[in-house]
């Protein structure tokens, strides 16, 4: 899940909630939303491959 934050940059957030906190987990924050993306889907694969 990619949100923009209010000074124009990208964070990525887990899709699950944190059950500690009630809140997402923020997976990395970026400059463009290309870059968000990119990393998620990253993620994804490592997710899958390994």
Known sequence: M????ANGK???YSRKKNPQTGKRRNLGTFNSRA???QHEREIQF???KH
């Open 35 to 37: 870059a968000a993306v």
């Open 46 to 48: 490592f997710k899958r």
């Open 2 to 5: 990619i949100r923009k934050l």
């Open 10 to 12: 990208y964070r990525l």
